[in-house]
């Protein structure tokens, strides 16, 4: 063991705690990193990432491991300094400094800190004892790595490749001393002999240089000898100053990247090491498994570069997609597969030919391209209806179950585990999320094994009426499927598509009756009981005896009115919902489905809609025009909560539509966002937000029309 451990046990670590207490497991873990066992090593990495600097956190206990790391990075008997580098970088802050804002973002412990200065919030008084011993302890720990900056340079020229990586990026911590550290990081350019260690090293210059750097980027980009750097180069200048990116630049950078293909020797032997059950143990593998059989690796990042280089020059990327699309090298296709989904996601264009070319590489026989392709058509939605016959063709032969969960195996129809319940593979989700009548079979066939899939029910809901056939087995299922302990996902989904089908699912009545019976507490049962109507009748004693339950009881009014239309007995219930926290929303959406019938409320909405939640506001104020058609009242409204929260503009848009011409006043905020070029919800990410922002158009158009038809 190095000498540093002999002032290790001299440290309070029980005074001191992590994301799981007192860090008295700290000594252990900074030992472990000085193993000669690489198992014992990878352990304590992760140890350290996911208790002492947890999601990007600096407690206590990682301000007094730092010494501690620095010292292990300074003994050049300590294997693996590379990775201890890249820790302190991070605790440094450097993911929160240069957090690109990258559509297609998968960057493994993606840390932030705080504000957009990544030093944990305001530096000021804050009136908040505990904010600010947060904010104090990042500040200390970028001071500290800052500290240790000529240990960093020092380690540009260490024999090890993967240290001088780590030290690249340890530098980039130190951003205050930037002016210090740029002509390093380009003398060491000049001797690198490691491809990624160029690229990293052009990065950090263009990183911690800025615009004082552009000239130099620019004059490696047409005078290196390497490709990949001259690439690099050219992608790091345009993302420091986008002005910089000429015309063109699609056919030079993939003239650049058949050079990189054509210069990269057979791939190197990858050290053997034993598996650990580990975080840090997974991400590794999953890189190992992704590299393998790649020519060159290296250009996944810089194809992610350029993308994001790119910007708001959709059509230039679309250019550059479907060119490596079309290449014959399958590495290049599934880089491009993995680069469209931040695309698409981000941006709205025309993309029925890019998604084309994506849907053929479900004909490739590299099962991770497959793999790749059909991830991203499944979270297109509708958008993936040019690829509908790749996708049944692809079924017709694929596996009904594929053999492994893990990377590198074709999808199947469905996905078992070896723990916990199966899902339904990529494909067949994305042909049923088309509503595509050739899904039905495969559907009947995973909802008739003795485990269906936890997601089964959602795929029927997005088959629309088409699933009615498999009403009965749907009604089934729900009462003979296994029982989890927890949240029951197969029956939720189960009972939201027989909800979805209204009166049609009404020969499941029985049976929605017994699963309420067992839990009276299930809102999704009443819900769909409601939806189907007055053939749900039988349930009306049942429901009744839930009107005063308060975690269901706005849902039992209102499929009470919906099943009886007893407006008598649902409104005062749902009138004083209206005045319960947490309830207001159900209650005003159950209010505006009665309509007229709910008038005795409308003053009682009338306070919601001036003040309070956002979403209150917005339910209350639709609620209140649906049952007045008071437009004059709840219009003003509307208009005043589109802005703020992009994600209420769906709902909004239906509500301008209903209004017809009283809406004019919407007019503006409709056509700006049909004009705009970024998806309303491109600042999250879900697997319905394609879906989600595709409806949001599709509605604004119709609101447009019903305005001014």
Not at 386 to 393: I, K, N
Not at 418 to 441: I, N, V, Y
Not at 552 to 558: F, I, L, P
Request: net charge negative; charged share 25%; proline share 8%.
């Amino acid at each position: 063991m190095p000498d540093v451990f002999d002032q290790l046990d001299e440290v309070d670590w029980a005074s001191m705690n992590h994301a799981y207490g007192p860090a008295t497991d700290v000594p252990a873990l900074l030992r472990g990193l000085a193993s000669a066992d690489p198992a014992q090593r990878e352990i304590a990495l992760d140890g350290m990432y996911g208790a002492v600097h947890h999601q990007g956190d600096v407690y206590n206990s990682t301000l007094a491991a730092i010494p501690f790391l620095l010292e292990l990075v300074a003994d050049p008997g300590v294997p693996e300094r590379g990775a201890i580098l890249s820790l302190l970088a991070s605790i440094g802050g450097v993911d929160a400094d240069f957090d690109d804002d990258d559509d297609d973002d998968d960057d493994e412990f993606e840390d932030e800190y705080g504000d957009g200065d990544g030093d944990g919030g305001d530096d000021g008084d804050s009136g908040d004892d505990e904010d600010d011993d947060w904010s104090r302890n990042y500040r200390m720990a970028r001071e500290a790595v800052t500290l240790a900056m000529p240990l960093f340079l020092k380690s540009l020229a260490d024999p090890d490749a993967q240290v001088r990586n780590g030290a690249v990026r340890a530098l980039m911590a130190c951003r205050s001393q930037a002016a210090e550290i740029v002509p390093d990081l380009r003398h060491h350019l000049a001797v690198e002999s490691e491809p990624a260690n160029r690229l990293a090293l052009v990065h950090a210059v263009g990183a911690l240089g800025q615009g004082e750097a552009v000239a130099w980027l620019a004059s490696l980009a047409t005078g290196h000898d390497d490709p990949a750097t001259r690439l690099a180069a050219l992608i790091e200048a345009a993302r420091v100053d986008p002005a910089s990116l000429p015309p063109g630049i699609v056919p030079v950078a993939l003239g650049l990247m058949d050079e990189v293909l054509g210069a990269a020797g057979p791939p190197e032997p990858r050290e053997e090491r034993p598996s650990t059950p580990t975080l840090v143990g997974a991400l590794r593998e999953a890189r190992e498994a992704a590299d393998e059989g790649r020519g060159a690796p290296e250009l996944s990042d810089l194809v992610r570069g350029l993308d994001r280089a790119l910007g708001d020059r959709v059509d230039e990327r679309i250019e550059l997609l479907s060119a490596l699309l079309r290449s014959p090298d399958w590495g290049r296709r599934e880089i491009a597969v993995l680069v469209c989904n931040g695309l698409i996601r981000g941006y709205r264009a025309p993309y029925d030919e890019l998604i084309t070319l994506v849907g053929r590489q479900l004909a490739d026989p590299e099962p991770r391209l497959v793999a790749s392709a059909a991830s991203l058509i499944k979270d297109l939605f509708g958008l993936a209806a040019p690829v509908a016959g790749d996708l049944a063709a692809y079924l017709a032969d694929a596996p009904r179950e594929r053999e492994d969960p893990g990377r590198g195996r074709r999808p199947g129809w469905i996905t078992p585990f070896s723990h916990g319940l199966p899902t339904l593979g990529d494909p067949l989700m994305a042909l049923a999320r088309l509503g595509d009548a050739r899904a039905l079979p495969m559907l009947r066939w995973a909802l008739e094994r003795p485990e269906p899939p936890g997601d089964i029910g959602w795929a029927l809901t997005a088959m629309g009426e088409q699933a009615a056939g498999l009403i009965p087995l749907m009604a089934r299922r729900l009462g003979d499927m296994s029982r989890p302990d927890g949240f029951d996902s197969r029956r939720i989904g189960l009972v939201a598509a027989l909800r979805d089908l209204g009166p049609l699912a009404a020969p499941a009545v029985p049976d929605l009756i017994g699963l309420l019976r067992e839990d009276p507490r299930s809102g999704e049962a009443i819900q769909a009981l409601g939806r189907i109507g007055p053939a749900a009748r039988p349930a009306l004693p049942l429901v009744r005896d839930l009107l005063r339950d308060e975690r269901v009881g706005t849902a039992a009014a209102r499929c009470l009115w919906e099943i009886d239309g007893d407006v008598d007995t649902a409104l005062p219930v749902l009138r004083a919902c209206l005045a319960t926290d947490g309830r207001e929303r159900e209650a005003a959406a159950a209010l505006g489905a009665m309509g007229e019938a709910a008038a005795a409320a409308a003053d009682d909405l009338r306070p919601l809609i001036a003040e309070g939640p956002l979403w209150v506001r917005l339910d209350a104020a639709v609620a209140l025009w649906r049952i007045t058609g008071d437009a004059e009242a709840a219009l003003p409204v509307l208009l005043d909560l589109w802005e703020p929260n992009p994600y209420v503009r769906s709902d909004i848009a239906v509500a301008f539509g209903e209004m017809g011409p009283a809406a004019g006043a919407a007019l503006p905020l409709l056509r700006r966002e049909l004009e705009s070029a970024r998806r309303h919800n491109h600042d999250g990410y879900s697997s319905h937000s394609i879906h989600g922002d595709e409806l949001l158009l599709a509605r604004c158009a119709a609101a447009l029309s019903q305005i001014e038809p």
